[in-house]
Nanobody
Framework: VQLVESGGGLVQPGGSLRLPCAAS????????MSWYRQAPGRERELVAG????????NYADSVKDRFTITRDNFNNTAYLQMNSLKPEDTAVYFC?????????WGQGTQVTVAS
């Protein structure tokens, strides 16, 4: 089982990034997907989630209207589109696959928002 995040990097405030999470080794379409982030000295927090079919999403209040989570069940990939980035969005971003009996985590990708 693998979840591999990519797309992180350094971006200026107001900029955008798109983070893919490529999944393998399990039946992707049967798992809900979510993105979490963890900033230095802080607990890991839920950023966004999407159900198995992509018909239902949820977001943390801090990212609502700026971030969008989507998934492509044909290509076994989940995405986090991040717009209007702020310095407080700086963190390591992790994707997670979860079902009622199991869950998997990726290794994370660093996002730094600074001018």
């Amino acid at each position: 089982v693998q979840l591999v995040e990519s797309g992180g990097g350094l971006v200026q405030p107001g900029g955008s990034l798109r983070l893919p999470c490529a999944a393998s080794g399990f039946t992707f379409s049967t798992y809900a997907m979510s993105w979490y982030r963890q900033a230095p000295g802080r607990e890991r927090e839920l950023v966004a989630g999407i159900n198995r079919y992509g018909g239902s999403t949820n977001y943390a209040d801090s990212v609502k209207d700026r971030f969008t989570i989507t998934r492509d069940n044909f290509n076994n990939t989940a995405y986090l589109q991040m717009n209007s980035l702020k310095p407080e969005d700086t963190a390591v971003y992790f994707c997670r696959a979860s079902s009622w009996y199991d869950n998997y985590w990726g290794q994370g990708t660093q996002v730094t928002v600074a001018s």
